[in-house]
Nanobody
């Protein structure tokens, strides 16, 4: 089992910055990928950024050049640095980790509880 706790959300003006954190605890083994999704009211949950072990980060086109995903393995924490925020970035942000298990290398995804980001003047 992996538990994820997010923090860092809040209200920010357009053009501002926030850094989201996602702290993992529990049986943190065989983690293949980590990332962030977001969900605005009335919309589906969309991928924002992700990174696999040993791979390059992947970003949604809408956040490229503004958001940066990073991980601190020593702290078991994933970050999402968000700069030049826009009102359309307003959403609940969820972190996830993909854990590999079993002889067939299946994937189990764990989710955080979500943190609200509101971009408004």
């Amino acid at each position: 089992q992996v538990q994820l706790v997010e923090s860092g959300g809040g209200l920010v003006q357009p053009g501002g910055s926030l850094r989201l954190s996602c702290a993992a605890s529990g049986t943190i083994l065989s983690i293949n990928a980590v990332g962030w999704y977001r969900q605005a009211p009335g919309k589906q949950r969309d991928l924002v950024a992700s990174v696999t072990s040993g791979g390059s980060p992947n970003y949604a086109d809408s956040v490229k050049g503004r958001f940066t995903i990073s991980r601190d393995n020593a702290k078991n924490t994933v970050y999402l640095q968000m700069n030049s925020l826009k009102p359309e970035d307003t959403a609940v942000y969820y972190c996830y980790v993909d854990q590999i298990y079993g002889l067939k290398l299946q994937t189990l995804r764990y989710w955080g509880q979500g943190t609200q980001v509101t971009v408004s003047s």
